[in-house]
């Protein structure tokens, strides 16, 4: 099924990411971390459908995304800081693999932060544990929604950047040893959204580290 949804507010929240708001309808429901299939309904875009995640909550009134634009690259993502108040889109159906399993580690890479910003808000309003995010991005400049991450009591961020030098950001990547410093429970649900390389490395580095495959959540075929 397909739903049209209606731009209420828009957000720049990063040099290059947004934050966008539409009405919710009555029949559209979801799980936390889920995603639907967006696209534009403006000449050209229509057809050009993309896979965005919702960062509300499944309880919330309205629909929130936030989304990373590449002005380079032709089409959905590249329209986005030009999208209007009352602009619509069209939204299948929610479907996706990484979904609520509790709290636990999560690794996010650049926009593969979406789907936990949704889980970890629901999981805090729950009051459900505490959870651990360690989120890698090029620069400080690129952390998605840093400043909630540092006031949400019930999450521990370890913010991760390739260059830049600022306090309380580690500079390098995530591997073995910086997993085997900041994780000591291996019997735990652990997260993993980002590029397909970041997802492969991570993966790799914690079964380095001795976390079985049945305790990783990814997508499907990833």
Same mark, same amino acid.
């Given at each position: 099924?397909?739903?049209?949804?209606?731009? =209420?507010?828009?957000?720049?929240?990063? +040099?290059?990411?947004?934050?966008?708001?539409?009405?919710? +309808?009555?029949?559209?429901?979801?799980?936390?971390? =889920?995603?639907?299939?967006?696209?534009?309904?403006?000449?050209? @875009?229509?057809?050009?459908?993309? %896979?965005?995640?919702?960062?509300?909550? +499944?309880?919330?009134?309205?629909?929130?995304?936030?989304?990373?634009?590449? +002005? $380079?690259?032709?089409?959905?993502? /590249?329209?986005?800081?030009?999208?209007?108040?009352?602009?619509?889109?069209? /939204?299948?159906?929610?479907?996706?693999?990484?979904? $609520?399993?509790?709290?636990?580690?999560? @690794?996010?890479?650049? !926009?593969?932060?979406?789907?936990?910003?949704?889980?970890?808000?629901?999981? =805090?309003?729950?009051?459900?544990?505490?959870?651990?995010?360690?989120? !890698?991005?090029?620069?400080?400049? #690129?952390?998605?929604?840093?400043?909630?991450? =540092?006031?949400?009591?019930?999450?521990?961020?370890?913010?991760?950047?390739?260059?830049?030098?600022?306090?309380?950001?580690?500079?390098?990547?995530?591997? %073995?040893?910086?997993?085997?410093?900041?994780?000591?429970? %291996?019997?735990?649900?652990?997260?993993?959204?980002?590029?397909?390389?970041?997802?492969?490395?991570?993966? $790799?580095?914690?079964?380095?580290?001795?976390?079985?495959? #049945?305790?990783?959540?990814?997508? %499907?075929?990833?």
């Amino acid at each position: 099924m397909t739903h049209t949804l209606t731009l =209420q507010e828009i957000e720049q929240v990063t +040099p290059d990411t947004y934050r966008l708001m539409f009405n919710r +309808p009555e029949d559209f429901s979801f799980e936390a971390g =889920q995603a639907t299939e967006m696209a534009i309904l403006k000449d050209g @875009l229509r057809d050009e459908g993309r %896979k965005f995640t919702m960062t509300s909550r +499944p309880g919330d009134p309205h629909l929130e995304f936030v989304i990373k634009s590449y +002005p $380079d690259h032709e089409g959905v993502t /590249a329209e986005i800081p030009n999208l209007q108040m009352t602009d619509q889109v069209s /939204a299948t159906d929610p479907f996706g693999a990484i979904t $609520d399993h509790g709290p636990g580690v999560f @690794l996010a890479g650049g !926009a593969g932060i979406t789907p936990f910003i949704s889980i970890l808000r629901k999981q =805090q309003q729950e009051g459900a544990g505490e959870a651990r995010l360690i989120f !890698a991005n090029k620069s400080p400049e #690129d952390i998605i929604l840093r400043d909630m991450w =540092q006031s949400m009591a019930s999450v521990d961020e370890t913010f991760v950047v390739d260059e830049g030098d600022a306090p309380d950001i580690r500079t390098g990547h995530i591997d %073995k040893p910086m997993l085997e410093e900041l994780i000591d429970e %291996k019997d735990q649900p652990f997260y993993i959204c980002g590029p397909h390389p970041f997802v492969d490395a991570v993966r $790799d580095a914690l079964g380095d580290i001795g976390v079985a495959d #049945d305790r990783i959540v990814t997508e %499907k075929g990833w």
